[in-house]
Antibody, heavy 119, light 106 residues
Framework: EVQLVESGGGLVQPGRSLKLSCAAS????????MAWVRQAPKKGLEWVAT????????YYPDSVKGRFTISRDNAKSSLYLQMNSLKSEDTATYYC????????????WGQGVMVTVSS | DIQMTQSPSFLSASVGDRVTINCKAS??????LDWYQQKHGEAPKLLIY???NLQTGIPSRFSGSGSGTDYTLTISSLQPEDVATYFC????????FGGGTKLELK
């Protein structure tokens, strides 16, 4: 069974940093692109970052480019999101998601972790 | 960037009703359109991928159609457990979600 479990969320002040983790199990992690998607309170979903199988290629929307860094450790079946210079608008539940092997949709998601940016 | 406009934002229907939810892309997305169901407090769940492919384990009352810029999710006979928010996602060029449709029972 595919499982994705996020951790590392919490309350952080504006301008500070936070690192999220996602532990994957139930599949060969190194074979899949992975991503982070967020959902602000009572809002829709927003794609945040995607990383290739080896980690050599990363993709970000303009809203987080230069502030967020996605990375992975295939030996540990783990995905990470380093978030720097956090803003109040980064407050959201962050989901780890697996990108389908053959196509580009997200087929499995974690339960999410809440990040609150506030002074 | 591709924008996705989803409608309606809110939908109230009765058990047994046929329900349709629409997504319109700002440009041709070549059927790279997926549908997700999100129940309160839960992670999104994939229902339909690439316009009309039913994800494993999803009931056959869910179906998808469309092409070009216009796509539709249909629930043929609404069940109480279908109460949720539904999102579309384009993955033709990076990823953009629709704004969501909150579906409630009348």
């Amino acid at each position: 069974e595919v499982q994705l479990v996020e951790s590392g969320g919490g309350l952080v002040q504006p301008g500070r940093s936070l690192k999220l983790s996602c532990a994957a199990s139930g599949f060969t992690f190194s074979n899949y692109y992975m991503a982070w998607v967020r959902q602000a309170p009572k809002k829709g979903l927003e794609w945040v970052a995607t990383i290739s199988t080896s980690g050599s290629r990363t993709y970000y929307p303009d809203s987080v480019k230069g502030r967020f860094t996605i990375s992975r450790d295939n030996a540990k079946s783990s995905l990470y999101l380093q978030m720097n210079s956090l803003k109040s608008e980064d407050t959201a539940t962050y989901y780890c998601a697996r990108r389908d092997y053959g196509s580009h949709y997200f087929d499995y998601w974690g339960q999410g972790v809440m990040v609150t940016v506030s002074s | 960037d591709i924008q996705m406009t989803q409608s309606p934002s809110f939908l109230s229907a009765s058990v047994g009703d046929r329900v349709t939810i629409n997504c319109k892309a700002s440009q041709n997305i070549n059927k790279y359109l997926d549908w997700y169901q999100q129940k309160h407090g839960e992670a999104p769940k994939l229902l339909i991928y690439n316009t009309n492919n039913l994800q494993t384990g999803i009931p056959s009352r869910f179906s998808g159609s469309g092409s070009g810029t216009d796509y539709t999710l249909t629930i043929s006979s609404l069940q109480p457990e279908d109460v949720a928010t539904y999102f579309c996602l384009q993955h033709s060029s990076r990823w953009t979600f629709g704004g969501g449709t909150k579906l409630e029972l009348k």
